[in-house]
C-alpha cells in the first residue's frame, strides 16, 4: 500500500484527484477549472536569473514549483480561486499505528495547510485539502467540500440530496478500492527493462499490431 515501486500511489493519487475534477466540472463551467495550479514558487532563482543563465536554469525553476492538483475560481467566494490537493492516507502503517485513523487523517490535513495555506493567501486564493484514507474516511474539508457539491449538483440537476452525496462518495470509495487492488497486486518486475533494442523494434511493433488486429477481428 505504500510501495513506491511501480507507481501505483501516484496512480491513486491521480485517479482520486480526476474524479473529483470530473465532479466539479459538472457544477460549474469547465472554464472556471483546471488541473495542477501553481500555488508559489519554492525556488530561490528569479526570472532574471532564468533569462540569463539559460534553458537549464529554467528547468531548475519550473521543478520548484509548487502546485495544487485542482483549482475552482469562484467556489468559496465569489472571484476568488479555491485550491485543492488531495492527499491519501494509509492509517494502518507502521507510523500510524499509536493513532486513530481520524486523527491519522487530521494530521494529513494539518500537513498540507502548513505547507500551502499561508502561500495561497498571499495570492488571493482559498486552500483546502481534500484528505482521505485508502479505505475512503474522509477528512472535515474534503466532507465539507462533497456535501457542497452534492447540494449544487441537486440543486441543477432535481435529484435527492442523498442520492447525489452517496453516489459521489460511492465513486470514490470504488476508485480507492480499485487502486488499492493495484498498490496490492500490481507488477513490480520491472517488465520494461525488456524492451527490445532500437534494431528489433520494427520487427516487435509488426507483430504487436498483427497480434491487435487478429484480436480486433472476433
Known sequence: MTCPFGGYMITRHDTIRDTLYEQFITVVPP??????????????ASQEQVITNGEQEFRNEHANLKRGDIAVNGWWARANPAVFDVVITHTNAPSY???????????AEKRKKKEYHQACLRRRMHFTPFAISVDGMLGYEANITLK???????????SPYSCIINWIRTQISFDLVRSNYNCLYGTRSGWMSNRPKAAEEGVFFDALASFINEVGQF
Open 97 to 107: 499505528l499509536s493513532l486513530s485513523p481520524k486523527k491519522a487523517v487530521e494530521n
Open 31 to 44: 472554464t472556471r477549472v483546471i488541473k495542477e495550479p501553481i500555488i508559489c514558487r519554492n525556488g530561490v
Open 148 to 158: 457542497k457539491l452534492a447540494k449544487m449538483r441537486a440543486e441543477k440537476t432535481g
